[in-house]
Nanobody
């Protein structure tokens, strides 16, 4: 099994980057594909998920309306288009596959999506740095 991320780099605030993930060694279309990130000194943060068929997408509130996830099951690839990047988006971004999707959590009338379980497969990551 292999997940290989690419497309990271240095970008100014407000700029855009497009991350790609290429997968092999498992039945790609059977799995949710997620993007997760880890900023320096922080834990792993779920960013976005897409269902196996690619018909439903999910986003963390911190990236909603700025990031777009998509997949091409014919090519075993997933893409994360990141727009309006902020300094707080600086992190190592990983592509991760799992049979389970994110869950919705609600607290005091506020509901949000998150993926808190272990991922079945995860790549080595690509660095995204947002800075002047």
């Amino acid at each position: 099994v292999e997940l290989v991320e690419s497309g990271g780099g240095l970008v100014q605030p407000g700029g855009s980057l497009r991350l790609s993930c290429s997968a092999s060694g498992f039945t790609f279309s059977d799995y949710y594909i997620n993007w997760v990130r880890q900023a320096p000194g922080k834990g792993l943060e779920w960013v976005s998920s897409i269902t196996g068929p690619g018909d439903v997408t999910y986003y963390a509130d911190s990236v909603k309306d700025r990031f777009t996830i998509s997949r091409d099951n014919a090519k075993n690839t997933v893409t994360l288009q990141m727009n309006s990047l902020k300094s707080e988006d600086t992190a190592l971004y990983y592509c991760a596959a799992d049979s389970r999707g994110p869950l919705q959590y609600c607290r005091r009338g506020y509901c949000y999506w998150d993926h808190r379980s272990e991922y079945t497969y995860r790549g080595q990551g690509t660095q995204v740095t947002v800075s002047l």
